[in-house]
């Protein structure tokens, strides 16, 4: 009995943590799945690669703009599980499966205030960037202490406003490129 009460104690805890909270699951979920697959995406083939995260990054744009806002309670210092190694093997590995399409124009760059041209960027460079905070944000998660945990939540929402939701929006219309002008590449090569 005594053993039943502490886990049902245990359970009611969990319930009123924010999070546990069934948006900041799913967004966990989704996070976990973009991670593990850019980490093994060195063996696809770049339609495959491309339809995959095409799929992908909406629901996890979705699943982060339904999180709650919260703010950090304590002294919260995220910690970098992502080494400069790390980021450079996976945005390498994109820019390897994506080759000369790795590249493309972007006019939504906070640096577009200063030009008057749309600046170059990769395809490679901005999913490796949202894989770092995501990655940062899950490992937090899985260490499994809540004040740690409610911290990331935090910094990851805020750079999910600031920072890389906007990547994410700007990539997946690169990448819608890339998707149908394969196929159209694909076609033309049937067509001969």
């Not at 982060?64 to 970098?80: C, F, H, K, M």
């Not at 000369?100 to 490679?124: A, G, N, Q, R, W």
Request: proline share 3%.
């Amino acid at each position: 009995m005594f053993i039943f009460r502490n886990f049902a104690a245990d359970m009611e805890k969990k319930e009123k943590s924010p999070v546990y909270q069934h948006e900041v699951i799913e967004f966990v979920t989704v996070a976990v799945q973009y991670c593990a697959y850019l980490e093994q995406a060195e063996s696809k083939q770049r339609h495959e690669f491309v339809d995959t995260i095409l799929k992908v990054l909406p629901l996890l744009y979705l699943k982060g703009a339904l999180l709650p806002q919260y703010e950090i309670l304590t002294d919260y210092n995220p910690s970098d599980y992502v080494t400069e190694e790390n980021y450079d093997i996976i945005r390498n590995n994109i820019a390897f499966i994506l080759g000369e399409k790795d590249d493309y124009l972007d006019v939504f760059m906070e640096d577009m205030k200063y030009s008057e041209t749309p600046i170059l960027t990769t395809i490679s460079e901005n999913l490796a960037d949202i894989y770092q905070d995501l990655k940062n944000f899950v490992s937090e998660f899985k260490d499994g202490n809540e004040d740690n945990m409610m911290g990331a939540l935090s910094v990851c929402k805020d750079n999910f406003k600031n920072y890389w939701g906007q990547k994410l929006t700007n990539v997946m219309r690169a990448l819608h490129e890339v998707c149908y002008s394969d196929l159209e590449d694909d076609e033309l090569l049937f067509e001969e």
